[in-house]
């Protein structure tokens, strides 16, 4: 069973950065796209952006475009979630998953989504 270990998580003011980190227990390459999604108390698990582990398309909900960027590190088996001009409504739990196999376009079909992280808590406030 794949795991998946997330870090990066954190308090921090609005405006701020913060970069969250996802270790896969097996190659990246094993696996068709990794994907970061959000969980803000009391609403729907969304969609953040995700990347395909071997060619690098990437793709970002509308709300985060400009202001996230994922990439992936083949070499240290990461996939990163960088995130900058964070404001009040990113405070979310962040959770990194993977599509095991292509199922089609990368998207944010929670159901094409095969393994899931424990999540990490990303908290924006002054």
């Known amino acids: 069973q794949l795991q998946l270990v997330e870090s990066g998580g954190d308090l921090v003011q609005p405006g701020g950065s913060l970069s969250l980190s996802c270790v896969p227990s097996?190659?990246?390459?094993?696996?068709?796209?990794i994907g970061w999604f959000r969980q803000a108390q009391g609403k729907e698990r969304e969609g953040v952006s995700c990347?395909?582990?071997?060619?690098?398309?990437?793709i970002y909900a509308d709300s985060m475009k400009g202001r996230f960027t994922i990439s992936k590190d083949n070499a240290k088996n990461t996939v990163t979630l960088q995130m900058s001009s964070l404001k009040p409504e990113d405070t979310a739990v962040y959770y990194c998953?993977?599509?095991?196999?292509?199922?089609?376009?990368?998207?944010?079909?929670?159901?094409?989504?095969?393994?899931w992280g424990q999540g990490t808590q990303v908290t924006v406030s002054s």
């Open positions: 998953a993977v599509v095991g196999s292509y199922k089609g376009d990368l998207g944010f079909d929670i159901r094409e989504y095969d393994y």
């Open positions: 097996e190659s990246i390459l094993d696996y068709y796209a």
């Open positions: 990347i395909s582990t071997r060619v690098g398309h990437t």
